[in-house]
């Protein structure tokens, strides 16, 4: 079954420190992943999209990186800021016939003064 | 470049009443999604669109969902009557084909609340 599971669910820290947010996929084939980032009350938006060829990709403060060979991908955010705080959702893009977004639930991050 | 326009933003409506959504997706976009997002899990694809044919709506709860895209740009989704588990924020994203390497733009959602 073609499924996305990201952890932790929910995430607390303080302003100006690092963390990483974790994605576990069982979609193939696979085509891409990326990360989104959610804002409360908003649409979500594409920060980083990685080809299985592709190991990191960064965006500002956010590295994303990606190990096809697991079907492990990660999302580093440094030196966290308040705007930060979101949810961030994996999306795998499923090449089985037609294109199709595998969604994970999201990670909410909330990053306090 | 124009994102993807939602309207409203928010609405809240008495079970069994009837309500409509609105998206313009971005000029030139040929594929238009529909997604209906509960609070604390992922977006769940209720249909989606190539210029104004209809290319799954295996999700859709077609006894009280339906939608519609004339003309290939615009779409309006409706839910009639609705219900209480249909409280969730409903996201139109476009794409400039089947392709998907271009990513989705995501609108700013309209979050229905039920009750």
């Known amino acids: 079954k073609n499924q996305v599971e990201q952890s932790p669910q929910s995430l607390i820290i303080l302003e100006g420190k690092n963390c990483t947010l974790q994605c576990n996929y069982t979609v193939s084939p696979f085509s891409n992943l990326r990360w989104y980032k959610q804002d409360t009350g908003r649409g979500p938006v594409s920060l980083t999209i990685?080809?299985?060829?592709?190991n990191t990709k960064s965006n500002g403060r956010y590295t994303a990186t990606l190990d096809a060979d697991t079907k492990q991908s990660s999302l580093h955010i440094t030196a966290s800021q308040l705007s930060d705080s979101a949810s961030y959702i994996c999306v795998v893009t499923l090449t089985s016939g037609t294109y199709k977004y595998i969604f994970g639930t999201g990670t909410r991050l909330k990053v306090l003064a | 470049e124009a994102g993807v326009a939602q309207s409203p933003r928010y609405k809240i409506i008495e079970k069994r009443q009837s309500v409509a959504f609105w998206c313009n997706p971005i000029s030139g976009h040929a594929t238009l999604y529909w997604y209906q997002q509960i609070l604390g899990q992922g977006p769940k694809l209720l249909i989606q669109f190539q210029n104004n044919g209809v290319v799954d709506d295996s999700q859709l709860p077609k006894d009280r969902f339906s939608a519609e895209r004339l003309k290939g740009v615009d779409s309006t989704l409706k839910i009639q009557p609705a219900k209480l588990e249909d409280s969730a924020v409903y996201l139109c994203?476009?794409?400039?084909?089947?392709?998907?390497?271009?990513?989705?733009?995501f609108g700013s959602g309209t979050r229905l609340t039920v009750v």
């Open positions: 990685m080809t299985f060829s592709e």
């Open positions: 994203a476009s794409t400039p084909g089947r392709n998907l390497y271009y990513g989705y733009t």
